[in-house]
């Protein structure tokens, strides 16, 4: 089954991916985790990119459209977190080899409910991932490292930067999976349980009818 994640800056995408990932049997493949990896490695790939995250801004698809491609090439069963954000690359994405989306996942939150969750939310220091409060994350589950720090886009500023891409580019991508049947809207108001408790119900009802068809 491969499916897609779309949602507003905050909307707990990170956390669901991984869920839906352990639960379903899905490769999990986050965009915004690669380049927090690549910056924080210092690649060609993060020297690239750093500028554009750091601002909230969208990287361009000419630099991640190939990165994506050679990730996704093979994989039949994955989850995509954090791309398609533009119809451009909702496109790119279809047209690709081997790729059959069997449900772009929605995640909706208020606006409001976004600051107040991205304010608690921290990075590892050394390599990126992201994690909820430095309390809960004694130690980094992806390297080990106990140093956690803000997300650098997470100021307020960068947050409303992201909010208003978000708002421009990714909001189309909504329709575009809605207008091909392909969209499962999600109410992501609440605590982390009442949310996957709904993705959960969801994709399950999205894998019962992959398997019959
Ligand atoms: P969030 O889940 O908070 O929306 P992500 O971790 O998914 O944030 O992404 C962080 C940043 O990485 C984005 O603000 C953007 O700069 C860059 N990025 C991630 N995915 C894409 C994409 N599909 N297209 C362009 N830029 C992207
Ligand atoms: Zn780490």
């Not at 690669?34 to 995250?53: D, F, I, M, Q």
């Not at 803000?150 to 909001?171: G, H, L, S």
């Not at 499962?184 to 609440?190: C, L, M, N, S, T």
Request: proline share 6%; hydrophobic share 45%; with cysteine.
């Amino acid at each position: 089954m491969q499916l897609v994640l779309i949602g507003p800056p905050g909307a707990g995408k990170g956390t669901i991916a991984a869920r839906l990932a352990a639960r379903f049997g899905l490769v999990h493949l986050s965009t915004g985790d690669l380049l927090r990896e690549a910056s924080a490695a210092g690649t060609p790939l993060g020297e690239k990119t750093k500028a554009y995250v750091d601002a909230g801004r969208l990287v361009p698809q000419e630099i991640l459209g190939e990165v994506v491609a050679e990730r996704v090439r093979g994989e039949r069963a994955f989850v995509l977190d954090g791309y398609p954000r533009t119809v451009e690359q909702a496109e790119f994405l279809a047209a690709l080899p081997a790729v059959g989306i069997a449900g772009a996942l929605y995640v909706a939150v208020p606006e409001g409910e976004i600051v107040r969750r991205l304010a608690a939310r921290v990075v590892c220091a050394s390599c990126g991932a992201v994690g909820e409060t430095a309390v809960e994350n004694a130690a980094c589950p992806k390297c080990g490292g106990t140093a956690w720090e803000p997300r650098p886009d997470d100021r307020p500023e960068t947050v409303a930067e992201r909010y208003a891409v978000y708002m421009q580019d990714t909001a189309p991508v909504i329709d575009y999976y809605r207008d091909r049947g392909l969209l499962v809207e999600i109410d992501g108001k609440g605590d982390r349980e009442e949310v996957w408790a709904r993705v959960e119900a969801a994709v399950a009802a999205l894998a019962g009818d992959d398997d019959n068809g």
